[in-house]
């Protein structure tokens, strides 16, 4: 059966960060696309970043230079470094594996002073 659990988001003032951690289980990590998708109140759930089985990047405008998608293979685990956090980053923060219907139950990130 296949796991998806997120970790690390919180209440964190702008301009903090945080990581992301999303844990696979169940033999679907190695070989997917992976990604990070979030969604606020009252908004579409939409992209915030990407990751391929060999490790090309994509990423929302609103998050380029800002935040960071990375996997480790080893761990199947993909991770979301979040730097230079506004208060229109809030939202729920869910990972993904790419072309299934495998979707984390999400964690929530609040970005308030």
Request: aromatic content about 8%.
């Amino acid at each position: 059966q296949v796991q998806l659990v997120e970790s690390g988001g919180g209440l964190v003032q702008p301009g903090g960060s945080l990581r992301l951690s999303c844990a696979a289980s169940g033999n679907i990590f190695s070989g997917y696309a992976m990604g990070w998708y979030r969604q606020a109140p009252g908004k579409q759930r939409g992209m915030v970043a990407t990751i391929t089985s060999d490790g090309r990047t994509n990423y929302a405008d609103s998050v380029k230079g800002r935040f960071t998608i990375s996997r480790d293979n080893a761990n199947n685990t993909v991770y979301l470094q979040m730097n230079s956090l506004k208060p229109e980053d809030t939202a729920v923060y869910s990972c993904h594996v790419i072309a299934t219907i495998y979707w984390g139950q999400g964690t929530q990130v609040t970005v308030s002073s």
